[in-house]
C-alpha cells in the first residue's frame, strides 16, 4: 500500500506570495493533518479535516488555510508569506478523526521564504 | 494543556550500543507514538503504544499510563539509527498530538 505523498517537496518563495501544498493520504485513510516544523518552535498542529470538514485548528493566522476533496486528498494555502513561514510542512493521514487513531506521515514539502 | 517532555535531549553514542529513551506527559493520554526522523526529515512511524509493551526488531517500547511515562529502547545501535526520535500523545481533551522536543541521537561508527 502506498504511503502518504506530499508535493511539491522543495519550494522557494519571496515574501508576500502565496503558496500551495498538497497531501495525498493512505488509500482507504480519510483523516488528513497537517504541521509545521521550525527549528525553533518544533512540530506544531496546523488543521485536520474529515470528510471534507475542518474538525480542528490549532493557533496559527488565517493567513494558513485548507481544504480536503471528496477523494480524501487534501491541500494547505498559505497566502502573503513572511520569512517566519519558512519550515517543513508535514502532512499525516488516518483512518478517521479524533484521538486514538494512530498518524502516518508524509516526506514533508520544505518552503524556503525569501 | 497536556505537557510532553522527553530525555534526554541528546544522546551520542558508538555503534553496538544501548541506548533508552524517555517521554513523560503530564496527564491521561489515549494516544502514544514514538516516531523516528531521519536526516531528510521523514517522520517513520516506530510504536502506537497508549499502553503496554511492543517489540520491532532492535526496539522495543513500553508505556506506563497510570504512572505517565513511555521508554523506547534501542539495542545494538547501527549509524542508521541516527535521527531525532518523537514522542506524540493525544490527550483526553485535545483532538491533535502534543509533541515532546525529542531525542537527537547521533551513533558514531
Known amino acids: 500500500k502506498a504511503g502518504v505523498t506530499q508535493t511539491p517537496r522543495y519550494l522557494i518563495k519571496t515574501r508576500g506570495q502565496q503558496v500551495t501544498l498538497s497531501c495525498s493520504p493512505i488509500?482507504?485513510?480519510?483523516?488528513v493533518s497537517w504541521y509545521q516544523q521550525t527549528p525553533g518552535q518544533g512540530l506544531q498542529f496546523l488543521f485536520e479535516?474529515?470528510?471534507?470538514?475542518q474538525r480542528n485548528k490549532g493557533n496559527f493566522p488565517g493567513r494558513f488555510s485548507g481544504r480536503q476533496f471528496s477523494n480524501s486528498r487534501s491541500e494547505m494555502n498559505v497566502s502573503t508569506l513572511e520569512l517566519g513561514d519558512s519550515a517543513l510542512y508535514l502532512c499525516a493521514s488516518s483512518l478517521n478523526w479524533g484521538f486514538g487513531n494512530e498518524q502516518f506521515f508524509g516526506p514533508g514539502t520544505r518552503l524556503t521564504v525569501l | 494543556g497536556i505537557q510532553v517532555e522527553q530525555s534526554p535531549p541528546d544522546l551520542i553514542l558508538q555503534e553496538g550500543a544501548n541506548s533508552t529513551l524517555r517521554c513523560n506527559f503530564s496527564d491521561s493520554v489515549n494516544n502514544l507514538q514514538w516516531f523516528h526522523q531521519n536526516p531528510w526529515g521523514q517522520l517513520i512511524n516506530l510504536f502506537y503504544i497508549p499502553s503496554g509493551t511492543k517489540q520491532n526488531g532492535r526496539l522495543s517500547a513500553t508505556t506506563v499510563a497510570t504512572e505517565r511515562y513511555s521508554l523506547l529502547y534501542i539495542s545494538s545501535s547501527q549509524t542508521t539509527d541516527s535521527g531525532v526520535y518523537f514522542c506524540a500523545v493525544y490527550g483526553d481533551s485535545n483532538y491533535q498530538l502534543i509533541w515532546g522536543a525529542g531525542t537527537k541521537l547521533i551513533i558514531k561508527p
Open positions: 488509500s482507504g485513510h480519510r483523516s
Open positions: 479535516y474529515f470528510s471534507e470538514t
